[in-house]
């Protein structure tokens, strides 16, 4: 695969509720999205940049989604929804994968922030496309299969210091 150069066109993927998880379990911290994106893009020419939501009826979110469109980010944004029995399910797998396969053809690589195993499917596509795909996540809870799956794993942890807050 090709490597980073600052001629290369790139899309970074942001899992908001994975990377939430991840960042509150492991350091009871939020994720900086400018950091993350200013790491993720390394210099680069940014093509797209998505930041996949969850609607929790929560009193910040939309200034959250607010500063994300600031930051430079497409804020997707998806209901949860409640079953009968009362459970609740939101997930972006699908409509990351599907944007991820879309974006293909108009960049040379694909910034994938998450930690989700079940992108590593997503991941060999990619690859097989041509597209170089980078994997930024916190290792403690980054999937192994995801990180052998793509070209290039970033563990934030790492950069605590520009993507935590």
Known sequence: MAEIHPA???????????????????????????GLLDAAVDGREL????????????????????????????????EIKTFGDGSKKADWDVGISLDAVTLAEKVDAVALCTG??????????????????????FRSSTADELIDAADDFTDLADLSEAVLL
């Open 47 to 78: 093509v797209r940049a998505i930041a996949y939501v969850i609607r929790a009826d929560s009193p910040q979110e939309e200034s959250f989604f607010e500063a994300l469109r600031d930051i430079g980010f497409e804020a997707k944004i998806k």
């Open 116 to 137: 989700d195993g079940d992108f590593s499917r997503l991941c060999h596509h990619l690859r097989h496309e041509g597209v170089r795909v980078e994997v930024f996540g």
């Open 8 to 34: 290369q066109r790139v899309a970074v993927l942001a899992d908001a509720q994975n990377l939430y998880h991840s960042s509150h379990s492991l350091y009871s911290q939020n994720v900086d999205y400018s």
